[in-house]
């Protein structure tokens, strides 16, 4: 099975594409999706989706697994988030894959096992899961993280949340 995992922000959005054999799990491809400062947000959505849709084209994954969109306090950030992540599920949707979400502690927990775990702990457990050469950038380990996520939610959670 290959995973397209997208972890999603507007400056920066990571991705990473998995592909499970069994219990192994190896990395394909990871990055990031990097937009300017300056770069107006009608530009930054239009790179995430055509970057995700490219993405999908080449590597033709089973399933997308993005974050679920939590809470915070500013509402601005919140609402730029929200734009990021629908320009990801409109490529999948287009492609008609398979969406899937994922709460953060969930995905800190099926990588780290602990929910709480710091940015670093996951970006070092994803290195070791996937026998990496080195450490990820923040945002591809927080992608390669859901992608590992989605294939542990099939075998040991309860199932995946599909939107």
Request: with cysteine; net charge positive.
């Amino acid at each position: 099975m290959r995973i397209l995992g997208v972890d999603t922000s507007l400056r920066s959005t990571g991705y990473g594409i998995v592909e499970t054999a069994g219990s192994r799990m190896s990395a394909l491809e990871y990055g990031n999706i990097p937009n300017g400062p300056k770069l107006p947000l009608s530009r930054c959505l239009f790179n995430i989706h055509s970057t995700i849709a490219g993405l999908i084209a080449r590597w033709n994954p089973d399933v997308i697994s993005v974050e679920k969109v939590i809470y915070g306090k500013n509402a601005n950030t919140m609402m730029v988030l929200g734009e990021a992540r629908g320009a990801v599920i409109v490529a999948g949707a287009e492609a008609e894959k398979p969406i899937c979400e994922y709460e953060p502690r969930r995905v800190k927990m099926a990588v780290c096992g602990n929910g709480m775990a710091e940015k670093a702990q996951v970006q070092r457990m994803v290195k070791t899961l996937l026998a990496l050469d080195s450490l990820p950038q923040n945002d591809a380990a927080d992608a390669l993280a859901l992608a590992i996520c989605h294939a542990n939610a099939r075998s040991f959670m309860s199932g995946p949340q599909t939107i």
